[in-house]
């Protein structure tokens, strides 16, 4: 009897690959290598078509654009139209607020007739007189008592050492 034979028959892995055929579905690498490519001049108007940009976007945003001019010019000739005819009395009334406005400061009622408003207007003209009047008794008052150009004097304080400094 001999001896019994333990070797196992190994299969070489790349050799049952190749044997099997191609694995992937797709395009090969000469697939890929053998496709049509653009020529340079297809190449050149591609590139000049990007740069442009699209002509839809181009009369979308002109369209955009002639919209807005039309309203502004609209409104330039709403507030032009406007303000030429009443400019002026805009401003007369404007003056005449202001000036009833100063005069009068707290007035109780809102609608007050001419009369009301001369008799108010000399009461208004005499409390300023008055109060100038007052202004100036106060003034030659304290002239006569005290000098007005009096000087403050510093105070010192004194540090721990005892020396004083000025603050």
């Known amino acids: 009897m001999g001896k ?6 190994c299969m070489n892995p790349i050799a ?8 992937s579905s797709g395009p090969t690498a ?3 290598l053998n496709r049509n ?3 340079l001049e297809e190449v050149k108007e591609m590139i000049n078509k990007k740069k442009t940009g699209s002509e839809t976007l181009a ?3 002109e369209h955009l654009n002639q919209k807005f001019r039309n309203e502004l010019k609209k409104n330039r000739e709403k507030l032009l139209g406007s303000s030429e ?13 202001s000036k009833s406005k100063k005069r009068y400061p707290s007035s109780s009622s809102s609608s007050m007739s001419t009369s009301d408003n001369s008799e108010s207007e000399k009461e208004y003209k005499q409390r300023k007189k008055s ?3 007052r202004k100036k008794r106060k003034r030659t008052e304290s002239d006569t008592d005290e000098p007005r150009t009096k000087k403050r004097k510093r105070k010192h304080r004194q540090d721990s050492n005892g020396q004083s400094s000025s603050s």
């Open 4 to 9: 019994r034979d333990k070797r196992v028959a």
């Open 16 to 23: 049952m690959a190749r044997a099997r055929g191609p694995a």
């Open 30 to 32: 000469r697939d890929y």
């Open 37 to 39: 490519r653009p020529t």
């Open 59 to 61: 009369a979308y945003e």
């Open 85 to 97: 005819g009443s400019s002026k009395t805009r401003r007369k009334e404007k003056k005449k607020s």
């Open 131 to 133: 109060k100038k009047s």
